[in-house]
């Protein structure tokens, strides 16, 4: 080995033993998973490793980590999709709905936000409402969307932005109500 190649993987180790905790930290409180935790935090690892012997070495690499394991977060949810059921011709994500077992509140909880959820995206314009059941519902990429409808990619992540966007701001009542608050950066 190459006194280089030694002194970037003293370095490699020291960047990654001095942020591992913060890293791991922060992946735990978005990935309730701990084998998946632990795995995410592994491939971060990895991902640097591979930058440095690229040639591409990092500037900050403790933000650099950071992005990384917020786009390895991404994917994970992304490849991880939730059941989806057909109910009457609405599809309606189960994991975001208090379960119909859970007794006569969690029932009635789960039928007050179906009910708004419904209205909010009936309330969309129908170009933004279907770009967004397809892509969030059906889980279809953008591509195959394009593909289908014959819009462009930018158009339809423009109509996602402004649906997300009506959503947020239609729906934010039911977060102050449930006492919830929406991150800001």
């Known amino acids: 080995m190459t006194q280089d190649r030694a002194e970037q ?13 913060r890293l791991l930290a922060f992946i735990r409180r978005r990935v309730p998973d701990e084998i998946d935790a632990e795995d995410l935090l ?9 930058a440095y012997r690229l040639m591409q070495p990092v500037a900050h690499a403790g933000a650099w980590m950071m992005q990384v394991a917020k786009n390895r977060i991404t994917d994970l949810f992304r490849r991880a999709k939730p059941e989806v059921v057909e109910d009457g011709g609405r599809r309606i994500l189960e994991d ?9 509140d969690a029932l009635y909880a789960r039928g ?8 909010a995206l009936g309330e969309l ?3 933004q409402r ?6 969030e519902i059906d889980g ?3 591509a195959e969307i394009s593909a ?10 423009s109509r996602k932005h402004y649906a997300v966007k009506r959503l947020r701001s239609r729906l934010q009542h039911i977060y102050e109500e449930a006492g919830l608050k929406r991150r800001t950066k």
């Open 9 to 21: 993987n003293q370095r490699l180790s020291w960047t990654f033993e001095s942020e591992k905790r």
């Open 42 to 50: 592994q491939d971060v690892f990895y991902e640097l490793v591979e």
């Open 96 to 104: 975001l709905l208090p379960s119909p077992d859970a007794g006569p």
């Open 112 to 119: 007050i936000l179906l009910a708004e959820i419904e209205a």
């Open 125 to 127: 314009p129908a170009s």
């Open 130 to 135: 279907e770009v967004f059941l397809a892509h």
């Open 140 to 142: 279809r990429s953008f």
């Open 148 to 157: 289908e409808t014959g819009v462009s990619v930018n158009t339809l992540l």
